[in-house]
């Protein structure tokens, strides 16, 4: 039976809150954010994506009556926080938050030796990889109000944000040991209670680093975090 049949007995018909339909918010944010590309839904990273997708839905869902802004460290072309401002315009007839989309855009950072796989069948992405174009990703999100695109390395970025912000959601999609921990360091603090946190590559195995990270920081605190089966994970803070 094909990957695509899968996708569809899974993902066709749920309706989440408002009854939006989950698989064609998806399928619209593909075409918008992959216009030259088509859906190929027998690809294993596709259904993995829309997986991973099902999720910050359902935990950005969960928290968007609290008060506070939206963070995503790692936007390439926009993918996920296209997905969840779209999804915030079918919630919600005026946004009041504001969302922060923080990127290199000069793709992925150093790799240190907590990012190396001791798999030799995975191939890994190296420094530079994964760079989108920050005029493409302005123009992507003109049409939405409080979004803001902001260019740099993390953490030195994080000194563009006021200090004094407070984030109900936020997604850690950086890849790597090292900016995800200075991510963690920076943005735990000020994620408001019953905010969320979560991670994109807790389970990746392309990129070992992000776990060794949010488990060093998470177990020096005490605090626990839940693995989801889509390979994320996520905290809700307390
Ligand atoms: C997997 S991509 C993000 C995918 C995106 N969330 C989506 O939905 O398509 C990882 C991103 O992290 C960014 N990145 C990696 N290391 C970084 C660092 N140290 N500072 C800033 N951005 C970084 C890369 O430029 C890349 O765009």
Same mark, same amino acid.
């Given at each position: 039976?094909?990957?695509?049949?899968?996708?569809?007995?899974?993902?066709?018909?749920?309706?989440?809150?408002? @009854?939006?339909?989950?698989?064609?918010?998806?399928?619209?944010?593909?075409?918008?954010?992959?216009? $030259?590309?088509?859906?190929?839904?027998?690809?294993?990273?596709?259904?993995?994506?829309?997986?991973?997708?099902?999720?910050?839905?359902?935990?950005?869902?969960?928290?968007?009556?609290?008060?506070?802004?939206?963070?995503?460290?790692?936007?390439?072309?926009?993918?996920? $926080?296209?997905?969840?401002?779209?999804?915030?315009?079918?919630?919600?007839?005026?946004?009041?938050?504001?969302?922060?989309? &923080?990127?290199?855009?000069?793709?992925? $950072?150093?790799?240190?030796?907590?990012?190396?796989?001791?798999?030799?069948? &995975?191939?890994?992405?190296?420094?530079?990889?994964?760079?989108? @174009?920050?005029?493409?990703?302005?123009?992507?999100?003109?049409?939405?109000?409080?979004?803001?695109?902001?260019?740099?390395?993390?953490?030195?970025?994080?000194?563009?944000?006021?200090?004094?912000?407070?984030?109900?959601?936020?997604?850690?999609?950086?890849?790597?040991?090292?900016?995800?921990?200075?991510?963690?360091?920076?943005?735990?603090?000020? &994620?408001?209670?019953?905010?969320?946190?979560?991670?994109?590559?807790?389970?990746?195995?392309?990129?070992?680093? @992000?776990?060794?990270?949010?488990?060093?920081?998470?177990?020096?605190?005490?605090?626990?975090?839940? $693995?989801?089966?889509?390979?994320?994970?996520?905290?809700?803070?307390?």
């Amino acid at each position: 039976m094909s990957l695509e049949k899968n996708i569809k007995i899974i993902f066709e018909n749920i309706k989440l809150e408002n @009854n939006i339909d989950f698989f064609k918010l998806w399928k619209e944010t593909y075409k918008i954010v992959n216009p $030259s590309k088509s859906l190929d839904l027998n690809n294993m990273l596709t259904a993995i994506r829309i997986n991973k997708s099902f999720y910050l839905c359902k935990y950005f869902i969960f928290a968007k009556d609290l008060k506070g802004d939206f963070l995503e460290c790692g936007v390439l072309k926009g993918f996920s $926080s296209y997905l969840l401002r779209s999804l915030e315009d079918q919630l919600f007839k005026d946004t009041i938050n504001n969302y922060f989309l &923080i990127d290199s855009f000069e793709g992925l $950072s150093d790799f240190l030796d907590e990012d190396k796989s001791l798999n030799p069948d &995975i191939i890994q992405n190296k420094k530079g990889d994964l760079k989108a @174009n920050i005029e493409d990703v302005k123009v992507l999100f003109n049409q939405f109000k409080n979004v803001n695109i902001i260019k740099g390395w993390i953490p030195k970025v994080f000194e563009s944000l006021d200090e004094k912000n407070k984030y109900k959601f936020v997604h850690i999609d950086v890849d790597l040991y090292q900016p995800t921990f200075d991510s963690l360091n920076y943005i735990y603090d000020k &994620i408001v209670e019953g905010g969320i946190l979560i991670t994109d590559d807790y389970r990746s195995p392309s990129f070992p680093g @992000n776990q060794k990270a949010w488990e060093k920081y998470f177990n020096s605190k005490n605090i626990r975090s839940l $693995s989801l089966p889509s390979g994320q994970a996520v905290v809700i803070k307390e």
